[in-house]
């Protein structure tokens, strides 16, 4: 590999899959990488556009490359990542572990590094690789190291996307595969129960989570609003609040997943715009050290979760999350976090979302959440006395 901070920090960008599925085509892909450098949402940190499943023809050709559908892509996929390029934008594709792809196309099982190879031809700087598929006589921690070596060698720098789903005990391994994420969950849906239930199987997995190879909890569903064409994914469901996809936003900013919008961007509201732009949550987020954030004890986490995690300056970012259904007060006890009373050590608050200071408190904060709400905090070390 060429660059050496690849995959350094969780990845920003887009995929087409939570709210496009199989309808998928140029046009989309172009549309949206206008709508990325020009909403704001690329100077806000997000750079990969990438494209799921669906895009190829149902056969490889006779010397066996993969064919993106001429229908849905009729000037091939290098033009494609060409206009991404031109956009400032990095581009992403998809393929699979097993002879298939989830959907049914052709999958990389045997063509590893000939599709490596075609993915750096076309200029892929991205690749998702799903575990649909598989014979069963194969190891999917051999066929992801697999991959992962025929990407570090295709001459071409590919952030490695693997997506197990969290199977195979994923996090003891990935390490040494060489890959940068592992999903580590099943597919998110576009409801509240779905991103707690989310966030809530990985509270355990963060410590296996860090620099150069992240937990992907899946894709944000935030601004979908029930806009998937997909009927497991949501749209009969109607979505969730705004207010539930900012509460969604910070914990996979918390957790340090990456943040893969699966909105359509080209018609998201101002509102979701803001959600997705907030550059504190960003912050925390991209922090160098990509420090897996850890529970505070004394609240049942699956009503109410706070969530610390040290940042490379010596401050922590504290979420308070009400994963309940009722209105709460959340109190944090900051011996909790290793300031003891006697340290004459305080913290100064600063509201992430409020995008002001509240004040600096010392010994406890207490603050009532809303149910599904959140309140996330960067919170700076000041002597008191
Ligand atoms: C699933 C994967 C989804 C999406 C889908 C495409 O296995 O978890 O994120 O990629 O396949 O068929």
Redesign the pocket.
Known sequence: MQNKFLGLTPPMGWNS?NTFTHAINEDLIKETADAMASSGLKDAGYEYVVI??CWSLRQRDQDGFLVPDPEKFPHGMKAVADYVHEKGLKFGM?SCDGTH???GYPGSFEHEFQDAATFAAWGVDYL?Y???YKPRHMDGEMLYKRMSLALRNCGRDILFSA?N?GSDDVWSWIQGSGAQLF?STG?IQDSWESIKNLALSQMDKMAYSGPFCHNDI??LVVGMHGGSNNEFIGSVKGGCTDEEYRTHFSLWAMMNSPLMIGCDIRKMSEYTKETLCNPDLIAINQDIECRGPYVVPGHDPAALMALVKPMSDGSLAIGLFNLGDRKAEMSLQFWDMGIPAAAGVGLEMYDCWAHQTEGTFTERYAAQIEPHGCRVFRAKLVKVR
């Open positions: 899959w799921d499943d998809y792809t989830c959907a998702k799903d575990n649909c997506c789903w999903r597919d899946d894709m």
